[in-house]
């Protein structure tokens, strides 16, 4: 069974900044691709990064590559989500995906992943 333990979120004032972690089992974490996702209220899920982590590569698209950025460290097998000048849309449930299906279609799109967290909340106030 595939676990995704997401934690870090909370309530944060518009301008700062918030580190998100994702954790799990070596084996998902040594071979699959993962990937953090949100859900505002009344909006669908959208990405916000991709990372394998069997060698680092990351992609981002194009609507947070400023201000979101995904690491990773393997002692713990766990990735982040770093956030900075967070604005109040960005409140949202944040997800971490894991294992990416084979179907076809676009990285971002969140039907393509097979592993889903609970999510942890983001409140941004402004």
């Known amino acids: 069974q595939v676990q995704l333990v997401e934690s870090g979120g909370g309530s944060v004032q518009a301008g700062g900044s918030l580190i998100l972690s994702c954790a799990t089992s070596e084996n998902v974490y040594s071979n699959n691709y993962m990937a953090w996702f949100r859900r505002a209220p009344g909006k669908e899920r959208e990405a916000l990064g991709a990372?394998?982590?069997?060698?680092?590569?990351?992609d981002y698209p194009d609507s947070v590559k400023d201000r979101f950025t995904i690491s990773q460290d393997d002692a713990k097998t766990a990735v982040y989500l770093h956030m900075s000048d967070l604005k109040p849309e960005d409140t949202a449930m944040y997800y971490c995906?894991?294992?990416?299906?084979?179907?076809?279609?676009?990285?971002?799109?969140?039907?393509?992943?097979?592993?889903w967290g609970q999510g942890t909340q983001v409140t941004v106030s402004s």
């Open positions: 990372i394998f982590p069997n060698g680092g590569w990351t």
């Open positions: 995906a894991a294992g990416l299906s084979a179907a076809s279609g676009s990285l971002w799109e969140a039907r393509r992943w097979k592993y």
